[in-house]
């Protein structure tokens, strides 16, 4: 089958034909109907020592079942799928308890060899962390529910007071995402900072209550304070690069930072100057499995909606290029692998 493969720090990635997946004990293998590019990935080939020669990037998956492993039960060849793109090891304290996302030996697919991902025609995932996919939603639909999950876990991990004035940093698919939670767990003025025109446009057709361009606001709370009235005591990070301590300098006193970006690379602030203004941190990562189902269900039940967060789609042969765009400065969405 073709998959497209990390090579080297430093090159593109390659189109390869590599040996389709069989399926081990409580997995499924599926034929990939969509899989997000995401920043992540971007971010994962510039890491040294990440990523081996040969892995397969993807971990925003819908497929279509065509293999069903040894002990699964409940799942039909023919089924639509997404998943929680891991596998954790069943053993430890924390697995055999349920908690699989706290499992210290957890594999997360598509950045460890042992768990190619979904930029390929085939890929595998557990039959536990899979999800069945509403009849109601569109496979390019189903890729995009990670992505907004991971924005529902930054909104519930912020503990957001009803009304909260929320600012958020960087209008890409997380910025949009966790604007939309934001909404939904009762904030009450929801901005959204960016400086890319394509981006403000979507952030401006998503519902923020006001999207700030950061080409002409250096200073996005200023900005916020002036429009609203007040300060935003929770500010989420959503660009994935190094930024805290901008972000101390920024922040009004007794603020919030959500740092949901997942940056890769060195930081560098003191503690004093966060100290001194009282402010919190959070670092929240990922999401656990039953979010899949709920933010399935609220989107099949249109509590919230994933319009305009896809822009491109894109075919296997195609994905080098686009993942070298998408690697520079760009105004792209989501953009789907479609194989
Ligand atoms: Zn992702
Ligand atoms: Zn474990």
Redesign the pocket.
Known sequence: MKAIQFIALGQPLQLAEVAKPTAYPGSLVFKVKACGICGSDLHAVDVPGLLQAGSVLGHEYAGEVVEIGPGVQGWALGDRLTAVPAR?????P??STGR?GE????IAQGFDARMPGAYAEYSTCMAGLAVKVSDQLTDQQAAVIEPLAVGFNACRSAKLDAGASVLVLGAGVIGLAVAKWAKFFGAGDVGISEMVPARIARAQAADADLVIDARQHADPVREFERQTGRKPMVIFECIGRPMIANLIAMAPTGAHLVLVGTGMQPENFTVLSAAMKRLHMTFPFAYVPSDFHFVQRMLTTGRVSVDGLVTDTVTLEDTPAMFERLGKPNDLGKVLITP
């Open positions: 954790p090891c069943g053993e430890c924390e697995c699989f499992c210290t030996q957890i």
